[in-house]
C-alpha cells in the first residue's frame, strides 16, 4: 500500500507560480512511476505529467509543455510539480498518483485526495 498527501495548492494571479509536493508513505517510491492529473470542474480528469520509476525521464501534455516541470527527490519519497507561468485555464484539483508512469490514469494504482489551484485573471 502507498498514501499519498498532495500539498501546495492555493490561489495565485495569472503568471505566477505554484509547487506541488507529493509525500508517499508505506512504500518507497522509487518503485512506482508517478505522475500528476488534474480535473478542473465539468470536466474529465487530464493527464499533465508524469516521471518514470528508474531513470526518471519525463513527458508533459501539451497544455503544459515548457511551463510545468516534474521532479522527484533522492530519497525517493516526495515528487513535486513546479508550475511557472500559470493560466487561468490551469485552474483544477491536482492529483499525485503512483503507478506505470504513463500518461494514462487507468495506469495508476495509488492516488492521493488532491489539492486545489486557482489561477485568478
Known amino acids: 500500500q502507498v498514501q499519498l498527501v498532495e500539498s501546495g495548492g492555493g490561489l495565485v494571479q495569472a503568471g505566477g507560480s505554484l509547487r506541488l509536493s507529493c509525500a508517499a508513505s508505506?512504500?518507497?517510491?522509487?518503485?512506482?512511476?508517478m505522475g500528476w492529473f488534474r480535473q478542473a470542474p465539468g470536466k474529465e480528469r487530464e493527464f499533465v505529467a508524469s516521471i518514470s520509476r528508474i531513470v526518471g525521464s519525463t513527458r508533459y501534455a501539451d497544455s503544459v509543455k515548457g511551463r510545468f516541470t516534474i521532479s522527484r527527490d533522492n530519497a525517493k519519497i516526495t515528487v513535486y510539480l513546479q508550475m511557472n507561468s500559470l493560466k487561468p485555464e490551469d485552474t483544477a484539483v491536482y492529483y499525485c498518483?503512483?503507478?506505470?508512469?504513463?500518461?494514462?490514469?487507468?495506469?495508476?494504482?495509488?492516488w492521493g485526495q488532491g489539492t486545489q489551484v486557482t489561477v485568478s485573471s
Open positions: 498518483a503512483a503507478g506505470t508512469g504513463s500518461a494514462y490514469d487507468r495506469e495508476y494504482d495509488y
Open positions: 508505506g512504500r518507497s517510491l522509487w518503485q512506482y512511476g
